[in-house]
């Protein structure tokens, strides 16, 4: 009977010693943080790939990236060069790394459940022995496109190294006045040129360039490999990034006009505005809000 009266006060000390000494409860998995729910079967039917640019996580290494996009459910990436592999390890991971951090690179993606689909953004030059550098990584890591905003008299060099390695090379806009914010000037390089050379179509930074993302998505038509998705708010400030569906980009249009041209491109989640548990959880609100998006035009 004594003992049975004791038990509670044990219970108590018992935590308050934890508190005091610093050790929390462990954690409830209601407090882990959430996976949202992504229509594979959708996406499937669409032949839509989703993956995160790693530069939404640059503030973690590379590892740490690929670990909170596996507890997102994501399962592809495109890498960029210049992050920091890991907390233990950090060298910056890129077409320079040495073959046994290139073979790291590889086990952890696996362990992670994550591919390597593209790299990017990242320089390619008419010097064939420079870009081909680029390729040989992009081949051993089995990537399917190199994203670049090449020098213009780089493209004959760069088509010849596409067509050899069977990569594609896709040409990135940045906001105005970089070389190729307009899509008027992808489509001059991209004249005549293979069908593996085309456009990471970073929906945002026309946006920010003035420009309405949907209308450029139909003025590339044909030339569209990859894209860097965004919804863009606040243009007085360049646009701050939010949860997709909320903002001034016209989502539902541009997932509309890609379903319409019928192309099969692989999506990069491409956050790049807050840092911590808040960008996880609107990168979450994003994967949803593109589910739920893909879900509709799949049953049309």
């Known amino acids: 009977m004594l003992a049975r009266r004791q038990t509670p006060l044990v219970v108590l000390f018992c935590l308050l010693a934890m508190f005091t000494l610093g050790v929390a409860p462990a954690s409830s998995p209601a407090d882990a943080p959430r996976k949202p729910e992504l229509n594979q079967q959708a996406l499937d039917k669409l032949g839509w790939t989703l993956g995160c640019q790693a530069w939404t996580f640059r503030e973690m290494t590379l590892s740490e990236t690929l670990d909170t996009l596996n507890g997102l459910g994501i399962r592809y990436v495109e890498i960029y060069p210049g992050q920091p592999f ?15 951090l290139v073979e790291q690179f590889l086990a952890k993606c696996k362990s992670a459940n994550v591919t390597p689909v593209n790299y990017g953004v990242v320089a390619l030059s008419k010097d064939e022995a420079t870009s081909r550098k680029v390729f040989d990584f992009a081949k051993r890591l089995g990537l399917q496109t190199i994203v670049s905003e090449p020098p213009k008299d780089a493209f004959d060099t760069i088509d010849k190294l596409a067509g050899e390695y069977q990569i594609n090379v896709a040409v990135h806009d940045h906001p ?118 893909a879900t509709k035009l799949a049953e049309k």
């Open 86 to 100: 890991s907390p233990e390890n950090k060298a910056k991971f890129d077409h320079n790394a040495p073959p046994e």
């Open 176 to 293: 105005k006045p970089s070389t190729y914010w307009n899509p008027e000037t992808v489509l001059e390089v991209t004249k005549d040129r293979s069908p593996r050379v085309g456009a990471c179509a970073d929906v945002g930074h026309w946006y920010r360039s003035g420009l309405t993302p949907v209308d450029c998505l139909k003025q590339l038509q044909g030339r569209i490999i990859s894209l860097h998705f965004k919804d863009i708010d606040r243009p007085e400030r360049r646009g701050e990034d939010v949860p997709w569906g909320t903002g001034k980009c016209d989502v539902p249009a541009m997932l509309a006009e890609i379903k319409r041209q019928n192309i099969h491109p692989v999506f990069s989640i491409e956050y790049e505005t807050g840092k911590g548990p808040e960008l996880r959880e609107n990168v979450a609100k994003c994967i949803e809000y593109f589910s739920q998006q």
